[in-house]
C-alpha cells in the first residue's frame, strides 16, 4: 500500500512541475517583445521620427529610416525612389518583388535568413491593389507593404521595418516584426 501512495504522490508532484513549466506568453508580452526587437534592429540606423512635410526623403543605402505612421508600425528607408513621374494610383494592380526577415530572431541572435522572390526571377512576381484592404490577395501582405507607394514611383527600391499591426496576416498574432527589401513595379499589359 505505502509503495502505491508514493507513486500516486510522485505521479502529482511530475504533474505540478509540467503543468507549471508550461507558460505560454499573453499577447502583451508578445507585443513587448516585438517592440524590443524593433528598437534593438533601429539602434543601427539613422531614424527621423516623421515623414518630411515636402515628402523630399534622404535616398540611398545611407539614408535614415523614416518614421511612416503615429504608432510606429512602419519604418521605410528609400533605397532608389524609382520614376517619380510614373506613380502607382490607387487601384493599381502593383507588383513587386521582395524579400523578408525576422528581426525578432535577429534580436535573439538566430541567424534570421531571407525569404521571398526577389533573389530568384524563377519565383512568380507578388502583386497587390494599392488601396485595397478588402480582397484577401492584398489584405495577406498587411497595409504597412502599400505605406511606400504614396511615396514613391515604379521600379521603386525600399527597406522597411514592418510591426505585425501592419504585417503579413500569419505574423499577426505571433507579433512578428520582419525586415523587408521591397521592389514595385507596373503591371504591363
Not at 499573453?26 to 533601429?42: D, P, Q, R
Not at 529610416?65 to 521605410?76: A, F, I, L, P, R
Not at 517619380?84 to 530572431?105: A, H, L, T
Not at 510591426?163 to 507579433?175: E, I, K, V
Amino acid at each position: 500500500m505505502k509503495k502505491k501512495n508514493i507513486h500516486i504522490a510522485l505521479i502529482a508532484v511530475i504533474a505540478a512541475v509540467v503543468t507549471g513549466c508550461s507558460h505560454t506568453k499573453s499577447y502583451s508580452e508578445l507585443l513587448n517583445e516585438e517592440e524590443k526587437a524593433v528598437n534593438w534592429f533601429l539602434a543601427d540606423h539613422k531614424v527621423v521620427p516623421y515623414i518630411p512635410k515636402d515628402s523630399v526623403f534622404e535616398v540611398g543605402p545611407d539614408a535614415p529610416y523614416y518614421k511612416m505612421d503615429e504608432d510606429g508600425y512602419v519604418y521605410m528607408q528609400i533605397i532608389n525612389q524609382g520614376d517619380m513621374s510614373n506613380r502607382p494610383q490607387k487601384g493599381d494592380i502593383v507588383y513587386f518583388r521582395y524579400r523578408y526577415r525576422n528581426i525578432k530572431e535577429l534580436y535573439q541572435g538566430i541567424d534570421a535568413s531571407w525569404v521571398g522572390n526577389a533573389d530568384n526571377l524563377q519565383r512568380p512576381t507578388s502583386s497587390l491593389i494599392y488601396g485595397n484592404t478588402v480582397l484577401s490577395s492584398t489584405t495577406s501582405w498587411g497595409e504597412g507593404i502599400q505605406v511606400p507607394l504614396k511615396y514613391v514611383g515604379y521600379n521603386s527600391d525600399v527597406n522597411l521595418v514592418i510591426s505585425s499591426p501592419q504585417g503579413q496576416l500569419d505574423g499577426q498574432t505571433l507579433c512578428l516584426p520582419f525586415q523587408y527589401n521591397v521592389k514595385y513595379f507596373k503591371a504591363e499589359y
